[in-house]
């Protein structure tokens, strides 16, 4: 039993770290129709941020480094989002997936660059220590940090559910997502939808790298097996959809948790890929998304 | 003129048949750079002190001749350490190489100088293969099945542990090499392993593998891994409520591990190849060199530089000239040389017959626990 539920709590933690990334390439696929490669490589650059904010100026506790650092994680998705991806809109597809494969590359070195290969972590001052009560109960080791990052991650994206479906921003942002060649006759400017999208998404994600250097590990290309598993989490809840990103990254972090767990750790990304490929065979638009509407 | 480029080659050859006899050329491959550079600055620094220690030349055929040793980097792939080995060999005319420190690259640099006869001494790969069925191979340090035993048997005789669980990287041969023959020797003795699990190369996430084994709650936990995971794998397994002493091999031997683990590593034992509070003459001589000279304390793959940069350099005294064939059968007649990591024995291959030492963690600190002679 006390086994069980701690192998339950791994997977909360993973599954709300995919999530987080997750979100990312789901809003802004809905929104522009763009898979950003490079949106891994933002949350490790997010997680650098927070390492850089809550360890060398070590004067800021967590609940002020962590906003700062999805602030300052935030512009950076915007100007990826400005430099890069703007004026190849309405490119084809291929040079688009090039540039965020590039983005990434160049993002990974320029992080080894300024801080060298190592393995990090960030240690900010969360309270340490487990949740005694359920360790005397059940056995079961819950430390303070795994409770705040499941419900911190969950609050924040409940926080994104209301923006995009309760607010005037959130009401532009489906728009843009139905017709994006309509709304800006409506007096919408586009430009800064897409640019609130990356802002939104790229927040989210430094929270994840804040939250995975807290509780693994940091290094400069962590974002790329990340954002791999992220992307299938967000395909297999269907792309686009925002309850399906998360859906899908707990549905992952269950597979690979069980697979580990009962089968072997060899198969887990085996299996993770596997289950992609085959849900694109079956059920191309994953489980929360629509199929795609043809004209004819 | 096709022809002419075939010949290229064997003129090549033929140009370099007169080496100036005035000076011996030494090779050395070290990763400068990359991902294990560190590793790659102590080898440097260990053959800066060898060949501070030679300036004077050394006697050869009746005349003081002077040696060089020519240090290049491989940037720890297997690739460039190829590329590297035919430059020092064809072009640099060099007589024996030493290098290079991970057994990936020993491993692409091994068929080279096995092919052009050249002999090649590797301070720090423990990986079997580097040296099976190769004549012209050697290494200063034991190997990986030994480093298995000696923990296994660490574990039942000296900590009376009953139970054992290992995980390790799958994908990694020194890895895997390791937990095996640990699993093997350590049932073999007669205690009980409940618990035998894996993960891939730069996984950050173990609490799924740790849970399982939490739940057989082993007495030691075996982590045959490299020093920048190891601290990740502790922390995750005392996060769960893992009580389990934490063991490992010399791949946890660089001031990383503790930098990053901090006291969570504390009260952790690894077998190496040497400890820093060695009291052999020959090792505090070099310890004390070492600090001097550099700042730092040399770390195994230093003492293992320098005591393959001496061995070779006996060799060719011990051959009397500077052969490349000469100076291999000289290194493979080498017997009881007494080196900074322990004596060091050729016993008709190129893996010595060597002890080992097992280094505790203190706060901090390694600390020399035992000696484990083979």
Same mark, same amino acid.
């Given at each position: 039993?006390?086994?069980?539920?701690?192998?339950?709590?791994?997977?909360?933690?993973?599954?709300?770290?995919?999530?987080?990334?997750?979100?990312?390439?789901?809003?802004?696929?809905?929104?522009?129709?763009?898979?950003?490669?490079?949106?891994?490589?933002?949350?490790?650059?997010?997680?650098?941020?927070?390492?850089?904010?809550?360890?060398?100026?070590?004067?800021?506790?967590?609940?002020?480094?962590?906003?700062?650092?999805?602030?300052?994680?935030?512009?950076?998705?915007?100007?990826?989002?400005?430099?890069?991806?703007?004026?190849?809109?309405?490119?084809?597809?291929? +040079?688009?997936?090039?540039?965020?494969?590039?983005?990434?590359?160049?993002?990974?070195?320029?992080?080894?660059?300024?801080?060298?290969?190592?393995?990090?972590?960030?240690?900010?001052?969360?309270?340490? =220590?487990?949740?005694?009560?359920?360790?005397?109960?059940?056995?079961?080791?819950?430390?303070?940090?795994?409770?705040?990052?499941?419900?911190?991650?969950?609050?924040?994206?409940?926080?994104?559910?209301?923006?995009?479906?309760?607010?005037?921003?959130?009401?532009?942002?489906?728009?843009?997502?139905?017709?994006?060649?309509?709304?800006?006759?409506?007096?919408?400017?586009?430009?800064?939808?897409?640019?609130?999208?990356?802002?939104?998404?790229?927040?989210?994600?430094?929270?994840?790298?804040?939250?995975? =250097?807290?509780?693994?590990?940091?290094?400069?290309?962590?974002?790329?097996? @990340?954002?791999?598993?992220?992307?299938?989490?967000?395909?297999?809840?269907?792309?686009?959809?925002?309850?399906?990103?998360?859906?899908? +990254?707990?549905?992952?972090?269950?597979?690979?948790?069980?697979?580990?767990?009962?089968?072997?750790?060899?198969?887990?990304?085996?299996?993770?890929?596997?289950?992609?490929?085959?849900?694109?065979?079956?059920?191309?638009?994953?489980?929360?998304?629509?199929?795609?509407?043809?004209?004819? | 003129?096709?022809?002419?480029?075939?010949?290229?080659?064997?003129?090549?050859?033929?140009?370099?048949?007169?080496?100036?006899?005035?000076?011996?050329?030494?090779? %050395?491959?070290?990763?400068?750079?990359?991902?294990?550079?560190?590793?790659?600055?102590?080898?440097?620094?260990?053959?800066?002190?060898?060949?501070?220690?030679?300036?004077?030349?050394?006697?050869?055929?009746?005349?003081?001749?002077?040696?060089?040793? @020519? %240090?290049?980097?491989?940037?720890?792939?297997?690739?460039?350490?190829?590329?590297?080995?035919?430059?020092?060999?064809?072009?640099?005319?060099?007589? $024996?190489?030493?290098?290079?420190?991970?057994?990936?690259?020993?491993?692409?640099?091994?068929?080279?100088?096995?092919?052009?006869?050249?002999?090649?001494?590797?301070?720090?790969?423990?990986? &079997?293969?580097?040296?099976?069925?190769?004549?012209?191979?050697?290494?200063?340090?034991?190997?990986?099945?030994?480093?298995?035993?000696?923990?296994?048997?660490?574990?039942?005789?000296?900590?009376?542990?009953?139970?054992?669980?290992?995980?390790?990287?799958?994908?990694?041969?020194?890895?895997?090499?390791?937990?095996?023959?640990?699993?093997?020797? *350590?049932?073999?003795?007669?205690?009980?392993?409940?618990?035998?699990?894996?993960?891939?190369?730069?996984?950050?996430?173990?609490?799924?593998?740790?849970?399982?084994?939490?739940?057989?709650?082993?007495?030691?936990?075996?982590?045959?891994?490299?020093?920048?995971?190891?601290?990740?794998?502790?922390?995750?397994?005392?996060?769960?409520?893992?009580?389990?002493?934490?063991?490992?091999?010399?791949?946890?031997?660089?001031?990383?591990?503790?930098?990053?683990?901090?006291?969570?590593?504390?009260?952790?034992?690894?077998?190496?190849?040497?400890?820093?509070?060695?009291?052999?003459?020959?090792?505090?001589? *070099?310890?004390?060199?070492?600090?001097?000279?550099?700042?730092?304390?040399?770390?195994?793959?230093?003492?293992?530089?320098?005591?393959?940069?001496?061995?070779?350099?006996?060799?060719?005294? $011990?051959?009397?000239?500077?052969?490349?064939?000469?100076?291999?059968?000289?290194?493979?007649?080498?017997?009881?040389?007494?080196?900074?990591?322990?004596?060091?024995?050729?016993?008709?291959?190129?893996? &010595?017959?060597?002890?080992?030492?097992?280094?505790?963690?203190?706060?901090?600190?390694?600390?020399?626990?035992?000696?484990?002679? &083979?």
């Amino acid at each position: 039993m006390g086994v069980l539920v701690q192998q339950l709590l791994n997977v909360a933690q993973l599954g709300a770290v995919y999530a987080l990334i997750a979100l990312g390439y789901s809003m802004v696929y809905g929104i522009i129709r763009l898979i950003n490669f490079a949106h891994g490589d933002i949350f490790m650059l997010g997680g650098f941020l927070g390492l850089l904010i809550g360890v060398h100026l070590a004067w800021l506790p967590v609940y002020v480094m962590m906003p700062l650092a999805m602030v300052l994680t935030a512009l950076a998705g915007v100007l990826v989002e400005r430099v890069a991806y703007r004026r190849l809109r309405d490119a084809n597809r291929m +040079s688009v997936v090039i540039t965020t494969l590039g983005v990434g590359i160049f993002l990974e070195n320029l992080v080894r660059l300024a801080v060298g290969p190592e393995t990090r972590q960030i240690r900010s001052g969360l309270p340490t =220590g487990s949740v005694t009560w359920l360790q005397g109960h059940l056995g079961v080791y819950v430390t303070w940090d795994k409770v705040l990052i499941i419900l911190v991650s969950l609050t924040l994206m409940a926080v994104l559910w209301l923006i995009v479906n309760r607010t005037l921003v959130g009401t532009a942002m489906r728009a843009v997502a139905d017709a994006k060649d309509v709304v800006p006759l409506m007096g919408v400017n586009l430009n800064l939808i897409i640019a609130g999208t990356f802002a939104i998404g790229s927040a989210l994600a430094a929270a994840g790298g804040i939250f995975y =250097g807290q509780a693994y590990a940091l290094d400069p290309y962590m974002g790329i097996d @990340l954002g791999w598993k992220a992307f299938i989490a967000a395909v297999i809840g269907g792309i686009g959809s925002i309850e399906g990103a998360v859906l899908g +990254s707990f549905l992952l972090a269950g597979v690979e948790v069980t697979t580990v767990a009962y089968l072997s750790s060899n198969l887990k990304n085996g299996i993770a890929f596997g289950l992609l490929i085959l849900l694109l065979l079956v059920w191309p638009w994953g489980i929360m998304g629509k199929p795609a509407m043809r004209k004819v | 003129m096709k022809r002419v480029f075939l010949l290229l080659p064997f003129l090549l050859v033929l140009a370099g048949c007169k080496p100036k006899a005035d000076e011996v050329k030494i090779g %050395v491959s070290a990763p400068l750079t990359g991902d294990i550079s560190a590793l790659g600055q102590s080898t440097r620094n260990a053959i800066t002190l060898v060949q501070e220690e030679c300036a004077a030349g050394i006697p050869l055929g009746g005349k003081q001749v002077k040696v060089r040793f @020519l %240090v290049e980097d491989d940037e720890n792939k297997p690739e460039a350490t190829a590329t590297v080995f035919q430059k020092l060999i064809s072009q640099d005319r060099v007589v $024996a190489i030493i290098g290079s420190q991970s057994s990936k690259c020993s491993n692409a640099g091994a068929p080279i100088a096995e092919a052009a006869r050249i002999p090649q001494v590797t301070p720090w790969s423990t990986n &079997p293969n580097v040296t099976r069925g190769r004549k012209f191979i050697f290494r200063a340090c034991f190997i990986d099945p030994f480093q298995g035993r000696v923990v296994a048997q660490f574990a039942i005789g000296k900590l009376k542990a009953r139970t054992a669980a290992v995980v390790y990287d799958v994908a990694s041969d020194y890895n895997k090499g390791i937990a095996e023959v640990f699993r093997d020797e *350590f049932t073999r003795l007669g205690g009980k392993l409940v618990g035998y699990e894996t993960y891939n190369t730069k996984d950050t996430d173990f609490s799924a593998q740790l849970t399982k084994i939490k739940g057989a709650n082993p007495e030691v936990l075996f982590l045959p891994n490299y020093f920048n995971e190891v601290p990740l794998q502790a922390q995750q397994a005392r996060k769960l409520g893992l009580t389990a002493t934490l063991l490992g091999g010399d791949g946890w031997d660089n001031p990383e591990l503790v930098k990053l683990g901090g006291a969570v590593m504390d009260g952790a034992y690894f077998s190496n190849h040497y400890s820093p509070d060695a009291d052999s003459p020959v090792a505090k001589e *070099f310890i004390a060199k070492y600090t001097a000279r550099f700042k730092a304390v040399p770390d195994a793959a230093a003492a293992l530089t320098y005591d393959s940069a001496r061995l070779v350099l006996r060799a060719i005294g $011990a051959a009397g000239k500077a052969d490349p064939r000469a100076i291999r059968d000289a290194l493979a007649a080498t017997s009881g040389f007494q080196g900074v990591t322990g004596a060091i024995s050729f016993a008709g291959s190129g893996d &010595p017959v060597k002890g080992a030492v097992i280094i505790r963690i203190e706060k901090g600190r390694f600390v020399f626990d035992s000696a484990v002679n &083979p």
